[in-house]
């Protein structure tokens, strides 16, 4: 088991920039693959960006790449999203999500998630 508390939302000017934050419970941290999804009012959950366990696969979505950075601190048990260059239909509620993970792949649709958090509400303004 995990929980997952996602931080560093809010409010932020077109071309702005947040960095969301994740933090984990539990000591096993460095065996989950984490991820980053988004919803959007009157939409469907999509993918935003993942990293494996090690940290040393990630993967976007192709509406963020380039402006969406996704890291992680194993000592910390956390997993960041930082995002630049923020658009306005970059608003949205953003959730992390947790899976084991045994061999490194990429994990990229909601079902392959298996921990949520609660969501973090970004907004951009044009």
């Known amino acids: 088991q995990v929980q997952l508390v996602e931080s560093g939302g809010g409010l932020v000017q077109t071309e702005g920039s947040l960095r969301l934050s994740c933090a984990a419970s539990?000591?096993?941290?460095?065996?989950?693959?984490m991820g980053w999804f988004r919803q959007a009012p009157g939409k469907e959950r999509e993918f935003v960006a993942t990293?494996?366990?090690?940290?040393?696969?990630?993967y976007y979505a192709d509406s963020v790449k380039g402006r969406f950075t996704i890291s992680r601190d194993n000592a910390k048990n956390t997993v960041y999203l930082q995002m630049n260059s923020l658009k306005p239909e970059d608003t949205a509620v953003y959730y992390c999500?947790?899976?084991?993970?045994?061999?490194?792949?990429?994990?990229?649709?909601?079902?392959?998630?298996?921990?949520w958090g609660q969501g973090t509400q970004v907004t951009v303004s044009s």
């Open positions: 999500a947790a899976r084991l993970e045994i061999a490194q792949r990429l994990w990229i649709g909601a079902t392959d998630y298996n921990y």
């Open positions: 539990g000591r096993t941290f460095s065996t989950y693959a």
């Open positions: 990293i494996s366990r090690s940290g040393g696969i990630t």
